[in-house]
């Protein structure tokens, strides 16, 4: 079946640095990625899609200068979340639907768990 | 807009025991309804889903019904197992999942043997 995976699956960062979550494809092409934070024992909050050679579309209340969002290649979405600050550890998760699969079938990520100290 | 409502967990049953997950959703259109689950440390899975009215979505055991009358795709399975022990997340998606997917808040599922 069709693979989605992130890079890294785990990051400590100290507040005030900027980090670079990747999001691919693996066997498919994918011209819109999603990306999703996820609070523990909470669900999965959509955050932005992704669109390939375009601009992201951004979900109400996120701050589109704090997550950069950029779609390089059909099969890379990267997330970048800039400045970080406590506030912002989280579990992100990433999806791509599958073009032509059945039913528009999504494939997630692993996620990636963020840590800011 | 579009949302989905699921019944709070944790949910704790013994072995073989009959299981069952509510949920609900709100949609403007004619959505596709899934059941995600997420075992401990791993990533979200496709459990199964529906892309139609009345239709039945199934897999491992695990059995859902789109039902447009009530707005529910209730998750069930007649037989539980320790290994059933995750999250399971009821979503719903429009335009066949190629738009946006809704998450219910998750259900936590415990098993006993």
């Known amino acids: 079946g069709a693979v989605v995976s992130q890079h890294p699956s785990w990051v400590i960062c100290k507040s005030g640095t900027s980090v670079k979550i990747e999001c691919r494809s693996l066997d498919f092409q994918a011209t819109t990625m999603f990306w999703y934070r996820q609070f523990p024992k909470q669900s999965l909050m959509l955050m932005a899609t992704s669109n390939e050679g375009s601009k992201a579309t951004y979900e109400q209340g996120v701050e589109k200068d704090k997550f950069l969002i950029n779609h390089a290649s059909l099969t890379l979405s990267t997330l970048t979340v800039t400045s970080a600050h406590p506030e912002d550890s989280s579990f992100y998760i990433c999806s791509a639907p599958l073009a032509g699969g059945p039913s528009g079938e999504q494939y997630f990520g692993p996620g990636t768990r963020l840590t800011v100290t | 807009g579009d949302s989905v409502t699921q019944m709070e967990g944790p949910v704790t049953l013994s072995e073989e025991a009959f299981l069952t997950i509510n949920c609900t959703y709100t949609?403007?259109?004619?959505?596709?309804l899934f059941w995600y689950v997420q075992y401990p440390g791993e990533g979200l899975q496709l459990l199964l889903k529906a892309t139609k009215a009345d239709d039945k979505g199934s897999n491992k055991g695990f059995e859902a019904t789109y039902r447009k009358e009530t707005t529910s795709f209730h998750l069930e399975k007649g037989s539980v197992q320790v290994s059933d022990s995750a999250v399971y997340f009821c979503a719903l998606s429009d335009f066949g999942g190629f738009n946006k997917f809704y998450f219910g808040s998750g259900t936590k599922l415990n098993v006993k043997p």
């Open positions: 949609a403007t259109g004619y959505p596709s």
